[in-house]
């Protein structure tokens, strides 16, 4: 389990959403990338030093910190929409390979190179920008309808990362609430949400949805 490369935004327009600009267009870097907490949603701030969110009111801030999206997932989407895919291309910070990203469940922790700890707190959830940068008609509904969402994670102990680094899992908590099946819960399957609640770790306002499901 390594990076394949780490990625940071290249600001661009961003007709789809009638905000200034998007950080969607993520590209490789060569060399380290600091990585540290960016605080709460609302100021751009993200992961990865060089890097920021637009949308501030969807994206950024500590739960959003990172995102990771595995090479292999890439491949798949590559043959089925019979395009080349480049890492980054999906506006993720961490391409990954040999790493279970979808099945990783809320709360588990992945020590990166020597210093870096990042948390998976949450699954991605598709927008306009994401649909129009990829110029897919239909891309949203195609997206959730596979849901290999990818995971955003927290930052837990900061430090550099780079590509190459080795990706080790340093703790799982014992609940089966993984990436995709919050992803699942939160679109198309409602009746998944009451076992959310078994994740401490997903974001409050998720949690909050759940326990509206299991009261009502």
Known sequence: MRLLSVNVGNPSPNPWKGLGATGIDKRPVDGPVAVSAPGPKGTGAVGLAGDRVYDVRNHGGGDQAVYAYAREDLDGWQAELGRTLANGVFGENLTTVGVDVNGAVIGERWRIGADVVLEVSCARIPCGTFQGWLEQDGWI????????PGAYLRVIE?????????????????????????FRAVTREPDLLPLLLAADALPEEIRELAQRRTAG
Request: aromatic content about 4%.
């Open 141 to 148: 509904k195609r997206f959730t309808q596979a849901a290999l």
């Open 158 to 182: 900061p430090g550099d990362i780079r590509a190459g680094d080795p990706v080790e899992v340093v703790h799982r908590p014992d609940h089966d609430v993984t990436v995709a099946v919050s």
